[in-house]
Structures are given as structure tokens and as C-alpha cells.
């Protein structure tokens, strides 16, 4: 917990019980209306065999103020914590501005390494809508992990392998122009027109097959056939991780694994794990109530499972990670299952440290997208028509914007960006482009709206202000406001604890209601305004309101997204 008045309170609780802080969860009592957090007596209770009410009651009566806290009720179970108003701005705005743009990071990763599988699409077919969803969890996690002092290695695992290729290969010499170049779209059309050929004529799946062993086994035109379609879909994703501003440590295909795979098939052998079942090579997993996990197909071939292994046991190597995260569809759970047991069943020591972190579909209109079909939804064209309507949108409202292209972009992507990563990742993901670019409502452009809003304030705050007296922030709502940013720091590492970015999604957008229910007070009532007459009062509130902003900033970045001056 780095919060510092929930670690008061928690503190108190375990001094007033002789237990350890750590025992305390520190909740936020309902709508705060009896204090600003709260916390249950019945860890303490069930060590002792007491009444939690009691020792609640006893341990608030027990309460004199300190670090930070005015008082100490006890509400049946639990005792409830104020703090001391003065002191919470005093600690929060120093902590803000103390931290400048390390805000709500920490070094609790230090020394740590983390390696995160993201994005990772099959090549020779276009990035589909549906990968925006490992793209946009992954690209979090890598800088949620970052911003937390762990070392990060974002892997690109691209799918390069694979009997796929084979009938690529097939298709391309059957059917391409002589000297023709591939781009991806052809090679999209080829392979859905291999895919209907094959059904007619089944010997064209023996020549895939064929095709695909040359490959494996170096053949010279097949090896520079299949480098110009990696070449050319790496060149096309290239552009699409731009427009996300995501990047990679590491963009390694599976076929890079390929020299490695014989050497952990017979490792795993040793290890008497690999038995035989039907010409096949496996590891038997019916012990662990799952199908075998298939190492080496009856023709030679090499699987998907045999290069996920092979690419851990080089991933450990090369980085000795304390944690390897797999940000792949909920649809691969088996896979991982099986590829994580047969890791623990070979005794790796870092078996324990791998995490599938699995998500739910994207639904498009109330459809699933598939890729099998051929008729994809692009990614692109998606970024594409969401910068086209906030550009549409930025129109209608502000006309006069001078970077209006550079905005459109943030906020069309923003938009695409927020939306999927606004629930938890498990839940699947409902695609609805009225909402989703919204500009009120839990939206993306909504939270980017109301950092923009505040820059221009702070662009108007006059000269020659004081420095800021935090005791002028005395206000319930500029409570409620700082108590949200001391929470930000423990946001941020539980986001990347749980693998969770939505923690922070949310965060920002209690934030932001937090905030317009504090700035909009000025409509009302021109003394409450942010840049009010009293020239004391304003200066403390500018701080707020610069803190409000530096903390919507780095909750933005810290999920992928960018943060407008102007909208
Ligand atoms: N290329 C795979 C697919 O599109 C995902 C790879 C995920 N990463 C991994 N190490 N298996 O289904």
C-alpha cells in the first residue's frame, strides 16, 4: 500500500490490536459520507475470537491524531478515518509534484524483469480489428510494468510458422504473376482461394505439407518466397503500431525458434516425458485431466506448443524473467494450460512465473469477428474511421482548433483505444461507434476532454500567484478529489499486478467526475471558481487542478492514450 493515509490508518488499526498492518484491508466507507476510509476489525477478531464491533469501538476510542488523520469513529465492524483536510492537500500536492512524470510509479519493480507476448498476429494476413484487443492490454501492461521500476521486454512472438506457410507457398507458385511482388492483401486472397481449391482437390493439402517441410528444411526458394511475406505484413503492421504509438523490445517469430525446437523435444524426453501416440510425439497430460500436448507431428512437423516451449526456455535464457506474461484470447486457454503443465512437469523453475492473460472477444455490432472467413474486419480501416469522425466532431465544436488533424488522430484512436481496455479483460468487448466517440459518458475522448479543458484553464492563470497554501483546500469536493489522487500509485501498481489495465481506466474516470463536480462549483458561485479573486485560493486551487491534469496525463500514457492541450 503506498497510499500514505491508508497505511495511517491500517497502522493504527494493527498497533491498537498488536497485529501486522498487513493484516488490514483499508476499504473506502459508502459514498464517504463517514469518513474517507475504513477499516475491519475482523482479521483482528478472528485472531482474538472477539466481537469486531468491540474492538472496533475500542480501538476508535483508543484514536489520537496523527499522520495525517483527524479522527476515528467506530461504525459497527469498522472504524472509519477523516482526515485532517490541511494536511491531506498538504501531503498529496507534495507527492504530485515531488514525482513530476514518474507520478503513480514507484520502484517496487526494481531488479525485476518482466517479458510481456503481445499483439503477436499471424503474418501474411492483415492485423484484424480483433488485435487491437493483445495489442492495447499488452502496450499497458508494458508500460504499467515500466512505470513500477520493472525492467520490460515486449516480444512481437509473430506467427511465422506453420503448415500455413506451406499452402501459401503452394498457392503463390500456382497461382501468382511471374516477377509479381506480394503485398498482404494478396496473400489473403491466395490463401482463401487455396482453402476452397483444397476441398476440391485434397492433393494440394499433401503438396502444403510438402511445401512446408522444403521450408523447415532451408529449401533456397522456399525460405526467400516465405522472407518477402514476412517482410511485406511486418512492413504493413509496422504502420498500424504506429498509428497506436505501440512498440516492441523484441519482434521474433516463431520460425526463429526453429533450430531450438529438436534440442527441447529431446530435453523433454530425457526427461521421460514424451511418449508415442499414433507416429505422433506427445506429452502425455491425462493425469492433469487435459489432452495430450502434441510436440511433433507423424511427418516430422513441429507445432505450435513444442515453439511455445522452445520460446520460453529462450526467453528465460536471454532474460531470466520473474514474470512472463502471455496476452493472448481466452479461445488459447487449453493451449496454455497444457504448454504451462508440460513446463512444470519438466521442473523449470520458471513455470511458476508464466501467466496466460487471457481476454474475452471483441463484438462488432453484436458480431464476432472471425478470421477464417477471409473477410476480416481491419484494424486500420477501424483507426481510420474513428480519426474520421473525430474530425467531423472537432469541427462541429471548435472550429478555430489549429492542430486539428494532430487531435483528430489522438482522439480517434484514443477513442479506439479507451474502449477496449474500459472492463475488465475477461468481459468481451462491445464495439459501438456512436458511444465509443462520445464526447460525454466513460469514454475515451470524454476523459481527453476533460484534460484538455483543464490545460486551457491553466493556460489562463495569470502571472505573480502565490505559491499555493494547501489549508486553503478545504472544501468536501477538493477532498474528495485529493483522496482519488493519493490512490494512484496503488492503481497503478495493482494494474500491473493483475494484469488489469481497466484499473486504471476506471480510476480516471472517477477522477474526472471527481474533478467536474469540484471545477463545475464555479458555475455557481464565482468564489468557488478555480481562478477565483482571492488570489491565495486560486494559487492553492491552481495546484489541484495542475495535479488533476498531470495525473489524467500519466493515467492516459499509462494505457496507451494520448492527452490534447486543446480539443
Ligand atoms: N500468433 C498467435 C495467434 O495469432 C498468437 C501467439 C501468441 N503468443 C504465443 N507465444 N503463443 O493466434
Given at each position: 500500500m503506498r497510499n500514505p493515509f491508508r497505511r495511517?490508518?491500517?497502522?493504527?488499526?494493527?498497533?491498537?490490536?498488536?497485529?501486522?498492518?498487513?493484516?488490514?484491508?483499508v476499504?473506502d466507507?459508502?459514498?464517504h459520507?463517514?469518513?474517507d476510509w475504513?477499516?475491519?476489525?475482523?482479521?483482528?477478531?478472528?485472531?482474538?475470537?472477539?466481537?469486531?464491533?468491540?474492538?472496533?469501538?475500542?480501538?476508535?476510542?483508543?484514536?489520537?491524531?496523527?499522520?495525517g488523520?483527524?479522527?476515528?469513529?467506530?461504525?459497527?465492524?469498522?472504524?472509519?478515518?477523516?482526515a485532517d483536510r490541511a494536511a491531506l492537500a498538504a501531503g498529496v500536492l507534495r507527492d504530485v509534484e515531488a514525482a513530476g512524470a514518474r507520478w503513480g510509479g514507484s520502484?517496487?519493480?526494481?531488479?525485476?524483469?518482466?517479458?510481456?507476448?503481445?499483439?503477436?498476429?499471424?503474418?501474411?494476413?492483415?492485423?484484424?480489428?480483433?488485435?487491437?484487443?493483445?495489442?492495447?492490454?499488452?502496450?499497458?501492461?508494458?508500460?504499467?510494468?515500466?512505470a513500477?521500476?520493472?525492467?520490460?521486454?515486449?516480444?512481437?512472438?509473430?506467427?511465422?510458422?506453420?503448415?500455413?506457410?506451406?499452402?501459401?507457398?503452394?498457392?503463390?507458385?500456382?497461382?501468382?504473376?511471374?516477377?509479381?511482388?506480394?503485398?498482404?492483401?494478396?496473400?489473403?486472397?491466395?490463401?482463401?482461394?487455396?482453402?476452397?481449391?483444397?476441398?476440391?482437390?485434397?492433393?494440394?493439402?499433401?503438396?502444403?505439407?510438402?511445401?512446408?517441410?522444403?521450408?523447415?528444411?532451408?529449401?533456397?526458394?522456399?525460405?526467400?518466397?516465405?522472407?518477402?511475406?514476412?517482410?511485406?505484413?511486418?512492413?504493413?503492421?509496422?504502420?498500424?503500431?504506429?498509428?497506436?504509438?505501440?512498440?516492441?523490445?523484441?519482434?521474433?517469430?516463431?520460425?526463429?525458434?526453429?533450430?531450438?525446437?529438436?534440442?527441447?523435444?529431446?530435453?523433454?524426453?530425457?526427461?521421460?516425458?514424451?511418449?508415442?501416440?499414433?507416429?505422433?510425439?506427445?506429452?502425455?497430460?491425462?493425469?492433469?485431466?487435459?489432452?495430450?500436448?502434441?510436440?511433433?507431428?507423424?511427418?516430422?512437423?513441429?507445432?505450435?506448443?513444442?515453439?511455445?516451449?522452445?520460446?520460453?526456455?529462450?526467453?528465460?535464457?536471454?532474460?531470466?524473467?520473474?514474470?512472463?506474461?502471455?496476452?493472448?484470447?481466452?479461445?488459447?486457454?487449453?493451449?496454455?494450460?497444457?504448454?504451462?503443465?508440460?513446463?512444470?512437469?519438466?521442473?523449470?523453475?520458471?513455470?511458476?512465473?508464466?501467466?496466460?492473460?487471457?481476454?474475452?472477444?471483441?463484438?462488432?455490432?453484436?458480431?464476432?469477428?472471425?478470421?477464417?472467413?477471409?473477410?476480416?474486419?481491419?484494424?486500420?480501416?477501424?483507426?481510420?474511421?474513428?480519426?474520421?469522425?473525430?474530425?467531423?466532431?472537432?469541427?462541429?465544436?471548435?472550429?478555430?482548433?489549429?492542430?486539428?488533424?494532430?487531435?483528430?488522430?489522438?482522439?480517434?484512436?484514443?477513442?479506439?483505444?479507451?474502449?477496449?481496455?474500459?472492463?475488465?479483460?475477461?468481459?468481451?468487448?462491445?464495439?459501438?461507434?456512436?458511444?465509443?466517440?462520445?464526447?460525454?459518458?466513460?469514454?475515451?475522448?470524454?476523459l481527453?476532454?476533460a484534460h484538455?479543458?483543464t490545460?486551457?484553464?491553466l493556460?489562463?492563470?495569470?502571472?505573480?500567484?502565490?505559491?499555493g497554501?494547501p489549508?486553503?483546500l478545504l472544501l468536501p469536493e477538493e477532498a474528495a478529489v485529493l483522496r482519488l489522487l493519493a490512490d494512484f500509485p496503488d492503481r497503478v501498481e495493482k494494474a500491473?499486478?493483475?494484469?488489469?489495465?481497466?484499473l486504471v481506466?476506471t480510476f480516471l474516470l472517477d477522477l474526472c467526475a471527481a474533478f467536474s463536480r469540484w471545477y463545475?462549483?464555479?458555475?455557481?458561485?464565482?468564489?468557488?471558481?478555480v481562478?477565483?479573486?482571492?488570489?491565495?485560493?486560486?494559487?492553492a486551487r491552481v495546484r489541484l487542478a495542475r495535479a488533476v491534469r498531470a495525473t489524467l496525463e500519466r493515467g492516459l500514457f499509462l494505457?496507451?492514450?494520448?492527452a490534447?492541450?486543446?480539443?
Amino acid at each position: 500500500m503506498r497510499n500514505p493515509f491508508r497505511r495511517a490508518a491500517a497502522s493504527f488499526v494493527a498497533s491498537a490490536t498488536g497485529m501486522d498492518p498487513s493484516a488490514f484491508a483499508v476499504t473506502d466507507p459508502p459514498g464517504h459520507a463517514a469518513g474517507d476510509w475504513a477499516v475491519g476489525l475482523f482479521p483482528a477478531a478472528k485472531a482474538k475470537g472477539a466481537n469486531p464491533a468491540a474492538l472496533a469501538a475500542e480501538a476508535a476510542a483508543a484514536f489520537t491524531p496523527r499522520d495525517g488523520l483527524a479522527s476515528a469513529a467506530a461504525a459497527g465492524p469498522f472504524v472509519n478515518f477523516t482526515a485532517d483536510r490541511a494536511a491531506l492537500a498538504a501531503g498529496v500536492l507534495r507527492d504530485v509534484e515531488a514525482a513530476g512524470a514518474r507520478w503513480g510509479g514507484s520502484d517496487g519493480g526494481a531488479g525485476r524483469t518482466v517479458v510481456i507476448d503481445f499483439s503477436s498476429p499471424n503474418i501474411a494476413k492483415h492485423l484484424a480489428f480483433h488485435h487491437i484487443r493483445s495489442t492495447m492490454i499488452g502496450n499497458a501492461l508494458a508500460r504499467l510494468h515500466r512505470a513500477c521500476g520493472w525492467k520490460v521486454v515486449g516480444v512481437n512472438h509473430l506467427g511465422d510458422w506453420g503448415t500455413t506457410f506451406g499452402m501459401l507457398l503452394v498457392a503463390w507458385e500456382e497461382w501468382a504473376a511471374p516477377g509479381e511482388v506480394p503485398t498482404v492483401d494478396r496473400l489473403n486472397d491466395l490463401y482463401v482461394r487455396f482453402r476452397a481449391a483444397a476441398k476440391a482437390d485434397p492433393a494440394l493439402d499433401a503438396r502444403a505439407r510438402a511445401r512446408f517441410a522444403a521450408l523447415e528444411a532451408g529449401d533456397p526458394a522456399a525460405r526467400a518466397l516465405w522472407g518477402e511475406f514476412r517482410r511485406v505484413s511486418l512492413e504493413e503492421y509496422r504502420q498500424v503500431y504506429d498509428m497506436l504509438g505501440v512498440s516492441f523490445d523484441l519482434v521474433m517469430g516463431e520460425s526463429e525458434f526453429e533450430e531450438f525446437l529438436g534440442p527441447a523435444v529431446e530435453m523433454l524426453r530425457s526427461k521421460g516425458l514424451v511418449t508415442e501416440s499414433d507416429g505422433a510425439e506427445v506429452v502425455d497430460l491425462s493425469a492433469d485431466g487435459m489432452p495430450p500436448c502434441l510436440l511433433r507431428k507423424g511427418d516430422g512437423a513441429t507445432l505450435y506448443a513444442t515453439r511455445d516451449i522452445a520460446a520460453a526456455l529462450w526467453r528465460y535464457e536471454h532474460h531470466a524473467f520473474d514474470r512472463a506474461l502471455y496476452v493472448v484470447d481466452r479461445g488459447q486457454a487449453l493451449h496454455f494450460r497444457q504448454w504451462r503443465r508440460v513446463l512444470e512437469r519438466a521442473g523449470f523453475p520458471f513455470a511458476a512465473a508464466v501467466e496466460h492473460v487471457d481476454f474475452g472477444q471483441v463484438r462488432f455490432g453484436g458480431f464476432k469477428t472471425g478470421t477464417r472467413t477471409g473477410n476480416v474486419i481491419r484494424l486500420r480501416e477501424v483507426l481510420e474511421e474513428a480519426i474520421a469522425v473525430a474530425r467531423r466532431k472537432i469541427e462541429e465544436k471548435n472550429p478555430g482548433l489549429a492542430a486539428k488533424d494532430l487531435v483528430a488522430r489522438q482522439v480517434g484512436v484514443g477513442a479506439v483505444i479507451f474502449n477496449d481496455l474500459s472492463n475488465q479483460r475477461r468481459r468481451d468487448v462491445d464495439f459501438d461507434w456512436d458511444r465509443m466517440l462520445s464526447f460525454e459518458g466513460d469514454t475515451g475522448p470524454y476523459l481527453q476532454y476533460a484534460h484538455a479543458r483543464t490545460a486551457s484553464m491553466l493556460r489562463r492563470v495569470p502571472a505573480g500567484l502565490p505559491a499555493g497554501d494547501p489549508a486553503r483546500l478545504l472544501l468536501p469536493e477538493e477532498a474528495a478529489v485529493l483522496r482519488l489522487l493519493a490512490d494512484f500509485p496503488d492503481r497503478v501498481e495493482k494494474a500491473a499486478a493483475d494484469a488489469e489495465p481497466c484499473l486504471v481506466t476506471t480510476f480516471l474516470l472517477d477522477l474526472c467526475a471527481a474533478f467536474s463536480r469540484w471545477y463545475d462549483l464555479g458555475n455557481r458561485d464565482p468564489a468557488l471558481k478555480v481562478l477565483c479573486e482571492d488570489r491565495e485560493t486560486a494559487a492553492a486551487r491552481v495546484r489541484l487542478a495542475r495535479a488533476v491534469r498531470a495525473t489524467l496525463e500519466r493515467g492516459l500514457f499509462l494505457v496507451g492514450m494520448e492527452a490534447p492541450e486543446e480539443m
